[in-house]
């Protein structure tokens, strides 16, 4: 089983271990940009569809990710998988057995897991990829509060003797003015999980979307790590500003690879291992407004820095804006209906009543073609998997 070691992370025979790898976004937890479209929260887009809800989640979850992507990502290199999931999914029937079925087809293939909790009772943040319609209620009601700590206490007593799950990341990016209740949640969860014979790494992210680390001084003890994200600057990566390009200035500011070194150097004073649970670009076309040195630059600071990464992420409908996927569906048949006036959810929705089969079809990852100039960039900074 993994472990903190000073700034490192070790395996049970103390050997070093450096996690380089891949989130599976938009799988377990539904991001309407990644079908193509705006984003809603997850549930209300699963209410648009009245009766074929249930239908459409259990295909959809067969159909977006299963063990052969467990392969192709092995195949790929990659040692490690970040696997986001909305709390809700543990309350559906099955939703537990299908996270523990993801988990096995990786360890069966030596590569690690991080279980992250993208979205939590009441939502940790107002933003949709928290499930939320605007307001983040999680800080509001200690039920909801008390409701996450009960499923922490089901996922360590699942998963808590499993050598191959690298760690929990426990609250994919909270934003609260309330810190002192965020790092009282969080030392409550590492309590509970230790008291549980739970002896996995726990990643802390900071306060406003894992940005603000400073919040977390004194919660890092026994066998805990920091979870960092990075889109700097937003406005390039998220191709806010189309004709930004790499390296240039936004806002004013000169962003380069020694920018990106002193933004991120702030996060090695903690001393304990840094894990950079998300980090990606949005692809405009290969390599035109030189996205892909973008990659480049920040993979070889986080290899100078030592850091453990994830790039988000592996599938998604090829957009515009904000980071797409490695493999990308290019939407031949206008099922996601890109160039309509209600693209993504909303086009999926109607396509539903016309032809489910075809959403269906459209899901599988042998309809999305592998971005090869991006993965080379990411393959020459894998770990060998010798060094698992």
Request: hydrophobic share 35%.
């Amino acid at each position: 089983m993994l472990r903190v070691s000073g700034n490192k992370i070790v395996n049970k025979a103390g050997r070093k271990v450096r996690l380089t790898g891949i989130s599976l976004g938009g799988w377990l937890m539904i991001e309407g940009y990644m079908l193509g479209g705006r984003n809603i929260p997850e549930h209300q887009f699963k209410n648009s569809l009245g009766p074929k809800a249930a239908e459409f989640t259990s295909e959809f979850r067969k159909r977006f990710f299963n063990e052969a992507d467990a392969e192709r990502i092995s195949k790929l290199g990659f040692n490690c998988v970040r696997i986001p999931f909305n709390y809700r999914l543990l309350e559906d029937k099955g939703g537990l057995e299908l996270l523990a079925d993801a988990v096995k087809w990786f360890s069966d293939r030596k590569i690690y897991s991080i279980l992250d909790m993208h979205a939590v009772p009441g939502s940790q943040n107002h933003d949709w990829h928290s499930d939320s319609e605007g307001n983040a209620k999680f800080w509001e009601d200690r039920h909801h509060r008390d409701q996450y700590l009960q499923l922490w206490k089901l996922l360590s007593d699942r998963f808590k003797d499993n050598e191959f799950i690298a760690g929990y990341d426990i609250m994919n990016e909270p934003v609260t003015d309330k810190t002192d209740l965020l790092c009282e949640i969080y030392s409550q969860t590492i309590d509970l999980i230790r008291k549980n014979g739970d002896s996995h790494i726990i990643f802390l992210e900071g306060n406003r979307w894992a940005q603000d680390a400073d919040v977390l001084d004194g919660l890092f003890s026994d066998n805990v790590a920091l979870s960092i994200h990075f889109y700097e600057p937003t406005r390039f990566v998220f191709n806010f500003v189309p004709d930004a390009e790499y390296p240039g200035k936004t806002n004013g500011v000169q962003w380069n690879r020694a920018r990106i070194g002193k933004f991120l150097k702030k996060y090695l004073k903690f001393g304990v291992p840094v894990y950079v649970g998300e980090f990606g670009v949005a692809v405009r076309c290969p390599d035109c407004n030189r996205e892909l040195g973008w990659v480049r630059d920040v993979l070889k600071i986080f290899k100078q820095f030592g850091f453990h990464w994830t790039y988000w992420t592996y599938k998604s409908v090829a957009m515009s804006r904000y980071p797409d996927g490695i493999y990308r569906n290019l939407d031949e048949y206008d099922i996601f209906g890109r160039g309509s006036e209600n693209p993504g959810m909303g086009t999926v929705v109607q396509r539903m009543k016309e032809a489910p089969e075809k959403v269906y079809r459209e899901l599988e990852t042998s309809r999305f073609v592998l971005n090869r100039k991006l993965m080379r960039v990411l393959e020459q900074n894998l770990t060998h998997h010798s060094l698992r």
